[in-house]
């Protein structure tokens, strides 16, 4: 079974930044890592959850929400199973439970969710 623990969230000012991490593991020799678009959601209280960014399996291509379109970088290291979003810039309007997804397409289609960690921009 995969499982997604993200870490790095946290209390920053407005104009900061955080680096959120998602560990991934559970993965066997036909069902690994790379397999895997990995992206971030968000979800602020009241709204609906949002697409932050994904990333495709090889890194190749990545694609970022309107919203966060130039202050957000996803990454991913194949080798550690590993998936980063870097943020800048942050506004409050940020604010929200970020959480990590892994999806695979295809005959062997799954997704599974991280239990998110919370960013709170505020001064």
């Known amino acids: 079974q995969v499982q997604l623990v993200e870490s790095g969230g946290g209390l920053v000012q407005p104009g900061g930044s955080l680096r959120l991490s998602c560990a991934a593991s559970?993965?066997?020799?036909?069902?690994?890592?790379?397999?895997?678009?990995m992206s971030w959601y968000r979800q602020a209280p009241g709204r609906e959850r949002e697409l932050v960014a994904f990333?495709?399996?090889?890194?190749?291509?990545?694609n970022y929400g309107d919203s966060v379109k130039g202050r957000f970088t996803i990454s991913r290291d194949n080798a550690k199973n590993t998936v980063c979003l870097q943020m800048n810039n942050l506004k409050p309007e940020d604010t929200a439970v970020y959480s990590c997804?892994?999806?695979?397409?295809?005959?062997?289609?799954?997704?599974?969710w991280g239990q998110g960690t919370q960013v709170t921009v505020s001064s």
């Open positions: 997804n892994a999806n695979r397409m295809g005959i062997l289609r799954s997704s599974y």
């Open positions: 990333i495709t399996n090889a890194g190749g291509t990545t």
């Open positions: 559970g993965f066997t020799f036909s069902n690994t890592f790379s397999n895997y678009r």
